[in-house]
């Protein structure tokens, strides 16, 4: 089983349309979840991060974290057009191996 | 104002030569990174440099030597290109103690070789 499994899409919704982006991880360790959004021939950029469990809300933007799961989510309200990229979550074990642990990412498109 | 510089952006080459990839960060911090994305889009890190002390040396082919003159500046050369090298490598920085996982990337370079 990967560390970090991600749904790699494709994912098409109309604008306006509520997008639910998800991963599920093995390691019980991480502590950090990160959503960062490529856009395309772009490098990573970071778009939300939460410690531990819980929700956090940016904008039309909520990242929700449930460890008891092992399972994390990104929820886009209001989808837009300039939402359309692929959406990469990332797992970061503070006292462990120090790195970043990516999912594939999903591509999402947002149709006017 | 670039945060994360690369260069090249684009290196087309062929089997067998030797190659550099430039990363300076102007951002300040102390922890600078190399990725590899294959084709599928899968981000995997490669090297990781702290204050220019390797900290992170993932199970990549040694033909692949990052160098770090700087905590500003990590380059990495690769020797003797296989075409399996082709993907994008992106470069990214953090500040370690505060937030290693608050990375900034780089634009990308991206690698073809034939």
């Known amino acids: 089983q990967k560390e970090v499994e991600q749904d790699p899409g494709p994912l098409s919704v109309p604008e306006g349309a509520i997008v639910s982006l998800n991963c599920t991880y093995s390691?019980?360790?991480?502590?950090?979840f990160m959503w960062y959004r490529q856009y395309s021939r772009k490098g990573p950029e970071l778009l939300m991060y939460t410690y531990s469990s819980g929700n956090k809300e940016d904008g039309r933007f909520t990242a929700q974290v449930d460890k008891s799961s092992k399972y994390i989510s990104l929820f886009i309200r209001d989808s837009q057009p300039s939402d359309s990229a692929t959406y990469l979550c990332a797992m970061y074990d503070e006292g462990g191996s120090e790195k970043l642990v990516f999912g594939k990412g999903t591509k999402l498109t947002v149709n006017p | 104002d670039t945060a994360v510089s690369q260069t090249p952006k684009y290196l087309v080459t062929q089997m067998g030569n030797d190659k550099s990839i430039k990363c300076e960060q102007n951002l300040g911090h102390d922890t600078m990174y190399w990725y590899k994305q294959d084709s599928k889009k899968f981000l995997k890190i490669m090297f990781s440099y702290n204050n220019k002390e390797l900290i992170i040396n993932e199970t990549v082919p040694n033909r692949f030597s990052p160098k770090s003159p700087d905590k500003a500046h990590l380059n990495l050369h690769i020797n003797s290109l296989e075409l399996g090298d082709s993907a994008v490598y992106f470069c990214?920085?953090?500040?370690?103690?505060?937030?290693?996982?608050?990375?900034?990337f780089g634009p990308g370079t991206r690698l073809t070789v034939t």
């Open positions: 390691n019980s360790a991480f502590q950090y």
């Open positions: 990214a920085s953090s500040r370690r103690e505060v937030s290693s996982y608050e990375q900034y």
